[in-house]
């Protein structure tokens, strides 16, 4: 492609630089960036949903337990309603610390004793420790602990990390032996009998190294599936892409190929319309002013003689005939040059203007049709409908005789069809392609360039003997 473009720029004009547009490059380097980009946002927010689900799915089964816990406790102790373990934890939280040593002592060592339960604490509601499985937090307050203010508002808070990588870190992580345990922290609402007041929080520090376990190998196969999906749809995008860029190199030298053809073409067409032009004069105003000049030769020797007012009038006479005979055929040729004014006719004006015009010149009838023309056309159609229909009538009264000739036209959609027929001789349509510029102007050749050039298309159908019919078929 680069060296395409840098052969155009050479044969153009010097100031115009052609700048080369790869699209393979462009490509890989937005693609690559765009599915990368995917690809660690997908990973990322996957994972994350993953963590949180199954954090959020461990921490539900721990409340529940803890609730069921206390659910049994109390109907363990249903026929006495004054020594429930809620009611028991209602005096702790007064402060009837004794309460410790019986029916919650070994409430709470249940939860501690929970699967993966690294330590737990109690909260009352004035964010003081009432219980831990470290005595040395008991007694002490942490109001500054956003968690849990979450859960005494009746709020289930998960939170999850190592003690040495929190944000905030809490004075009661100090107790942890190794500053990189993985722990997962549950902050537990714990309500009052009847279900209308949170009286107590309680705080579980798990390691579940087979939650964590499972949660990494959840990760790695989604970062492994976002990895391997964005190859694979990389590699689906590149392989399209370079079957487009093969496409569209194939395309451009195709059209280069045609502009290089039409081109070609063009200076043809120009060329043979320019020799027709000077056949046309060679053969008719050349001709007559050259006789118009013999005569008045003449002329000249006519007033010599004795009667020479009567010879000299006859010269004059056939003089003035010759020359305005060639003025005829000047004006003639001038008209099949130039266009009426067409951007400002309908696109029937157009066609009654040609008709009219043929008739005027070769005095023979035309028979025009039409049925639902559009009411306009752009100029480029209107010229190319003009073209078409005239040298097809020059071509019907020069080799069909003008016999039969007929111009119809119609429009079903958006395609207009124009069709000019008529029933001279016809010939073989295979022999056009030899034709001459002496034998049909600028021939059926030029006159299919015309209108393919608008992406309109040429049927010629004609058999010797059988007469002529030239269609024509645009979208409008």
């Not at 960036?33 to 721990?62: K, P, Q, W």
Request: proline share 3%; glycine share 8%.
């Amino acid at each position: 492609m680069g060296k395409r473009n840098q052969a155009l720029s050479e044969d153009g004009d010097d100031d115009v630089s052609v700048k080369s547009f790869n699209l393979i490059r462009w490509f890989t380097i937005s693609g690559l960036v765009a599915i990368t980009l995917i690809s660690v946002v997908s990973g990322i927010i996957l994972s994350r949903f993953l963590t949180e689900n199954m954090l959020r799915r461990d921490s539900i089964v721990t409340a529940e337990f803890v609730r069921g816990v206390i659910g049994e406790a109390n109907r363990k102790h249903a026929l006495q309603p004054h020594h429930t373990t809620v009611t028991a934890l209602d005096h702790l939280l007064r402060g009837d610390t004794h309460e410790t040593t019986g029916e919650l002592g070994g409430f709470f060592s249940l939860i501690a004793g929970m699967p993966d339960v690294l330590h737990a604490n109690v909260y009352s509601d004035q964010y003081a420790v009432v219980w831990s499985s470290q005595p040395a937090l008991v007694g002490k307050r942490f109001t500054d602990n956003e968690e849990l203010k979450e859960a005494l508002a009746g709020e289930t808070v998960i939170e999850i990390g190592s003690a040495g990588s929190l944000p905030h870190q809490k004075a009661e992580h100090a107790l942890f032996s190794d500053s990189d345990t993985r722990f997962v922290e549950n902050y537990i609402p714990i309500w009052n009998g009847n279900g209308t007041r949170v009286v107590a929080v309680a705080e579980i520090y798990k390691t579940p190294m087979n939650l964590f376990a499972a949660i990494d190998t959840g990760r790695q196969i989604i970062w492994f599936g976002a990895v391997l999906g964005g190859l694979i749809l990389f590699l689906a995008m590149y392989w399209i892409a370079l079957r487009a860029d093969k496409i569209i190199r194939t395309q451009q030298e195709q059209l280069l190929s045609r502009s290089q053809k039409s081109s070609n073409r063009i200076a043809e067409i120009n060329e043979r319309y320019l020799r027709r032009i000077g056949a046309d004069l060679h053969d008719g105003p050349a001709q007559l002013i050259s006789y118009a000049l013999l005569r008045l030769d003449s002329l000249k020797l006519a007033l010599r003689q004795p009667n020479s007012d009567r010879n000299g009038l006859d010269e004059m006479g056939a003089i003035r005939d010759a020359l305005h005979e060639a003025m005829s055929d000047i004006r003639e040729l001038s008209a099949g040059l130039t266009l009426a004014k067409l951007e400002e006719m309908s696109p029937l004006m157009v066609l009654k203007e040609i008709v009219g015009a043929h008739e005027r010149r070769t005095q023979t009838t035309v028979n025009l049709t039409v049925d639902s023309l559009p009411k306009d056309l752009p100029l480029p159609l209107k010229i190319s409908v003009f073209r078409f229909v005239q040298e097809a009538l020059n071509n019907a009264y020069r080799h069909g005789g003008g016999i039969d000739q007929k111009v119809t036209a119609r429009s079903r959609g958006h395609q207009l069809e124009l069709t000019v027929s008529d029933s001279g001789p016809g010939f073989e349509p295979a022999t056009t392609k030899g034709e001459t510029d002496k034998d049909s102007g600028l021939g059926l050749i030029g006159l299919r360039e015309r209108i393919e050039s608008l992406g309109a298309t040429l049927q010629i159908q004609s058999r010797p003997g059988d007469g002529t019919q030239l269609t024509m078929r645009c979208r409008v």
